[in-house]
Nanobody, 125 residues
Framework: VQLQASGGGPVQAGGSLRLSCSASERHFWRMVMGWFRQAPGKEREFVAA????????DYADSVKGRFTISRDTAGNTVHLQMDNLKPEDTAVYYC???????????????????WGQGTLVTVSS
């Protein structure tokens, strides 16, 4: 499975960006797709994930209420709508995908075999 992410860029604090990620194939019926991010000098952290089969979602506490993950039911594309962005959201955002994952594993980066190339989001104050 190859993942192609797009939509990053510079934005001012309080602004919005929308990231998208397309998978080359739906390799698993119960595929989970999502996003991690890594800020300079920090560890990679979970942002959000969604099940392509039933639309179940999960978010990191730091983005709840500001970010929304969604899926295109007709295909293998997920979107991350990021609103009210803060400077601390500045990071490289990575799209991820995996087959069947128990919900508790979604925030674990080691659970995902498929990673996109990363897209940089820069939020200025």
């Amino acid at each position: 499975v190859q993942l192609q992410a797009s939509g990053g860029g510079p934005v001012q604090a309080g602004g919005s960006l929308r990231l998208s990620c397309s998978a080359s194939e739906r390799h698993f019926w119960r595929m989970v797709m999502g996003w991690f991010r890594q800020a300079p000098g920090k560890e990679r952290e979970f942002v959000a994930a969604i099940s392509l089969s039933d639309g179940a979602k999960d978010y990191a506490d730091s983005v709840k209420g500001r970010f929304t993950i969604s899926r295109d039911t007709a295909g293998n594309t997920v979107h991350l709508q990021m609103d009210n962005l803060k400077p601390e959201d500045t990071a490289v955002y990575y799209c991820v995908a995996e087959g069947t994952l128990i919900r508790s594993s979604w925030p674990n980066s080691a659970a995902y075999d498929y990673w996109g190339q990363g897209t940089l989001v820069t939020v200025s104050s």
